[in-house]
């Protein structure tokens, strides 16, 4: 297959350092970054080093192999196959194509690959081709594919026409859905301070999403159909007596209730049945939400002060640092006036802590889900609900699962009493773990979560303990079977060694020949 030529545009582009316009005279492609080079080297310069933003081995970090519970948690979804620290933007292309969770198989036909299970919207956070794509194919068609459709289209990682129209420093929505989303609770991009709205770019991809097939799988938001704090308040819904508007935010609980409204789930969870949440990575919410309390006496702020910050180059001009990373020497004047620099680390490992406490101790979130889910498993087993521990496959196991849920008969009442409990605690779990830097950005909020989910794990083991009792007595949960990626992985109905070998054939036969991407 040839590969197809990129969307070219011939532009004339402002520069930031002299004030005047130069102009391309041939037709140059500014969805690649490296074209805005000449324009505005400053920020070029500090973008690329976002390839620093890398463990020292050079490697991805293994969070499955470093955390095995994840596996569990997520068994029957794509992350329980492979799941790795976040590093620099400039890994966005690398990492989406080389991970285990997209692509291969390589057979398949019409646009649908064969075995694939990731919608095209995946490639959403990843190059700013998409917002190329949406405008030369529309955005229903672009998101009603799979992931592999486009790939032969995408070559450029995170960058300038993410965040800026083309060729300019104006910064811009690209994303549609995301734009849609502000409108929808009364914060249109143009409306808003230039730091909201470098904030709302943010948004695009640091937000907590999801996508149904109701609407040609197009990227939404879960609070993108109301105005939180004004017009909807869920605890009517959960019956919540609190008067602390917790249901009417952006917070996990509002979310939550929505999900559970709609009948909402990412997937059935392969050991135990529970129908699941994946939650993404919801800075967003968790800068706008629940903060603003704490934050009345100071400056205006958003993702930008903190990832962006203002510098000057040789000459004295001054431009936003575009590594996106956090340096505590490089914070505005503003804020080393109250904070010292040198203490941040200090602060942030303390809190972090705090939530690793929460999550990894004997009692914590982490190591009592995984004893959840094998619990319910157990649980249906005794009933002759067969899955995985029966060499079931993952599609059969989960199958089962839902067909005994909707049967009418107790056993469908109590499990889904108990699978619910485990949805509604992965949930509060997932919204503080897999939110990026929530230790410095709303560590109160963490802390809450994780103490919510822990909580409700309570009444869930306790459910799960009763329901062994009357089912299944002489059951004994071992918790040392489920210690290690490398044993947890095959209990979740995956063969590593298979995935890894499938991967490897998809890039040579399918990326290395077909697709433009440079891998990393």
């Known amino acids: 297959m040839m590969k197809l030529k990129k969307l070219s545009i011939a532009i004339m582009v402002s520069t930031l350092f002299t004030g005047s316009a130069f102009a391309i005279d041939k037709e140059v492609d500014l969805y690649n970054s490296d074209n805005w080079q000449q324009a505005f080297p400053e920020q070029y310069k500090t973008w690329a080093q976002t390839e620093q933003t890398n463990p020292e081995s050079g490697s991805p970090v293994d969070l499955l192999a470093a955390n095995p519970n994840l596996v569990s948690a997520w068994a029957g979804y794509g992350f329980a196959k492979d799941y790795n620290r976040a590093r620099g933007h400039h890994y966005a292309m690398t990492d989406i194509v080389e991970t285990l969770r997209t692509g291969h198989p390589v057979v398949g036909h019409d646009g649908n690959v064969v075995g694939e299970a990731m919608a095209a919207s995946c490639w959403s956070c990843k190059t700013p081709d998409v917002a ?194 956090f340096d505590a020497k490089k914070l505005p004047e503003s804020c080393v006036g109250c904070h010292d620099g040198s203490d941040f680390k200090e602060i942030f490992d303390e809190r972090k802590a705090e939530i690793n406490k929460l999550r990894f101790e004997a009692d914590g979130t982490d190591p009592r889900l995984t004893e959840a889910h094998f619990k319910a498993q157990a649980i249906w087993a005794a009933n002759g609900i067969k899955g995985l521990e029966a060499d079931k496959s993952i599609a059969q196991a989960k199958s089962n699962y839902e067909a005994a849920l909707k049967a009418n008969t107790p056993l469908a009442k109590e499990m889904d009493s108990l699978l619910t409990k485990i949805r509604h605690a992965q949930w509060f779990w997932d919204s503080a773990t897999a939110s990026h830097g929530i230790h410095a950005h709303n560590p109160t909020e963490a802390v809450r979560l994780l103490e919510k989910s822990n909580a409700i794990l309570d009444e869930a083991l306790n459910e799960a303990n009763a329901l062994l009792t009357k089912y299944a007595p002489k059951y004994k949960y071992d918790a040392t079977k489920y210690n290690t990626k490398a044993k947890v992985q095959p209990l979740a109905g995956l063969d590593l060694d298979a995935m890894k070998t499938s991967k490897e054939e998809f890039i040579k036969e399918r990326v290395e020949k077909d697709w433009p991407a440079e891998l990393r």
């Open 132 to 325: 190329r794509m949406y405008d030369k194919v529309g955005e229903d068609n672009f998101s009603n594919n799979n992931w592999s459709t486009w790939g032969h289209e995408m070559s450029n990682t995170i960058g300038c026409a993410d965040c800026h129209q083309l060729g300019s420093a104006e910064i811009r929505m690209s994303r549609p859905y995301a734009e849609r989303a502000m409108q929808a609770i009364g914060k249109d991009f143009a409306e808003q301070t230039s730091t909201m709205q470098a904030s709302q770019t943010c948004a695009q991809c640091h937000v907590e999403y999801y996508f149904d097939g109701k609407d040609n799988k197009k990227v939404r938001y879960p609070w993108d159909h109301w105005v939180p704090g004004v017009k909807t308040d869920y605890k009517e819904v959960v019956n919540y007596k609190g008067s602390d508007g917790l249901y009417e935010g952006f917070a996990a609980e509002a979310q939550l209730a929505y999900f559970d409204q709609i009948g909402f789930k990412d997937w059935t969870n392969a050991i135990s049945g529970v129908p699941s949440i994946k939650a993404q990575h919801p800075e967003f919410e968790n800068m706008m939400d629940r903060t603003d309390h704490a934050m009345s006496s100071h400056m205006e702020f958003g993702c930008t002060t903190c990832h962006m910050p203002k510098t000057e180059n040789s000459k004295g001009v001054e431009y936003s640092n575009h590594k996106v990373t």
